[in-house]
């Protein structure tokens, strides 16, 4: 289970370039837009700085979405590994997640998340 939660990453990395290209896609086309019909002008002309109102929070978004779907997909992980060890082999839910808190040390989880 160790390994699990540490090679997780490898999977979210993935996922993350999947999501960054689709959301970067998908912000550029809608920033693009607003420049096209000149809302981007309008918010320079308020005196605001349309990078921190349209860019920034974005990426602090995405910045902290991504951590936690490598969070819910290791807790989906243990949880389908829980299920079907219960149902395919007859062990105890209750032993199951004994044994993953005592393998699975925080510094291995926050290795796998960073």
């Not at 979210?12 to 896609?25: F, K, S």
């Not at 920033?31 to 309008?42: F, H, L």
């Amino acid at each position: 289970m160790d390994a699990y939660v540490k090679t997780l990453l490898t999977v979210i990395a993935a996922t993350a370039l999947m999501v960054g290209g689709r959301v970067g896609a998908g912000i550029t086309a809608e920033i693009g837009a607003m420049q096209v019909t000149e809302q981007v002008d309008a918010i320079r002309s308020m005196g605001a700085d349309p990078v921190q109102k349209l860019v920034l929070p974005r990426v602090i978004a995405a910045t902290l979405a991504l951590p936690l779907l490598t969070v819910m997909a290791d807790v989906l992980g243990v949880t389908g590994g829980m299920l079907l060890s219960w149902g395919q082999f007859g062990i105890d839910p209750n032993f199951y997640m004994q044994t993953i808190f005592s393998a699975v040390t925080v510094g291995d989880f926050i290795e796998g998340i960073v």
